[in-house]
Antibody, heavy 118, light 108 residues
Framework: QVQLVQSGAEVKKPGSSVRVSCKAS????????INWVRQAPGQGLEWMGG????????NYARTFQGRVTLTADESTTTAYMELSSLRSDDTAAYYC???????????WGRGTLVTVSS | DIQMTQSPSSLSASVGDRVTITCQAS??????LNWYQQKPGKAPKLLIY???NLETGVPSRFSGSGSGTHFTFTINNLQPDDIATYYC??????????FGPGTKVDLK
């Protein structure tokens, strides 16, 4: 069974960057797509982007293009999401989710709360 | 981007009721539509994929149907454990993989 363990909560200043990690176990890491989805407090789900480690291919939602960078380390089966130029409206829970089939978010991490506050 | 709408935005139902949620896509997404359940403070959970396929381990009282632009999600015999927010998500090849705004289901 695939398990995704995300890094802990973060508090960041506006204008700074945050890096969230997502360590996978129990699956074939390289062949899955790792997606990132965020959820602002009391709001819905927003897909940010995805990465397929095997081919190092990334896709980003236009909303985040230029501010988000997705990477993956196959040796440690860990994926990373870095979001830069943080604003207060980036305050949200950030989830990683693995897909065995493109777009189907089968397995989810528990989420990492990122709070952006001066 | 493909826009997803859901209705209703919230509903109240009694244990044992049949609950139906609709999801509409702004363009044809064939059957590339998934449904997720999210309970407060928890990560979403995949229930239905490709419009009508039940994810392994999901109770059979959950079902989905539809294709193209119009989709339906049904809970038969609503249980207290089904109280949650439900999201549709399109996963057509056209990125991004957009979600509907969600439908909050609670007990009457």
């Amino acid at each position: 069974q695939v398990q995704l363990v995300q890094s802990g909560a973060e508090v960041k200043k506006p204008g700074s960057s945050v890096r969230v990690s997502c360590k996978a176990s129990g699956g074939t890491f390289s062949s899955y797509e790792i997606n990132w989805v965020r959820q602002a407090p009391g709001q819905g789900l927003e897909w940010m982007g995805g990465i397929i480690p095997m081919v190092n291919r990334t896709n980003y939602a236009r909303t985040f293009q230029g501010r988000v960078t997705l990477t993956a380390d196959e040796s440690t089966t860990t994926a990373y999401m870095e979001l830069s130029s943080l604003r207060s409206d980036d305050t949200a829970a950030y989830y990683c989710a693995m897909s065995g089939v493109i777009g189907r978010l089968d397995y989810w991490g528990r989420g990492t709360l990122v709070t952006v506050s001066s | 981007d493909i826009q997803m709408t859901q209705s209703p935005s919230s509903l109240s139902a009694s244990v044992g009721d049949r609950v139906t949620i609709t999801c509409q896509a702004s363009q044809d997404i064939k059957y590339y539509l998934n449904w997720y359940q999210q309970k407060p403070g928890k990560a979403p959970k995949l229930l239905i994929y490709d419009a009508s396929n039940l994810e392994t381990g999901v109770p059979s009282r959950f079902s989905g149907s539809g294709s193209g632009t119009h989709f339906t999600f049904t809970i038969n015999n609503l249980q207290p454990d089904d109280i949650a927010t439900y999201y549709c998500q399109q996963c057509n090849e056209a990125l991004p993989f957009t979600f509907g705004p969600g439908t909050k289901v609670d007990l009457k």
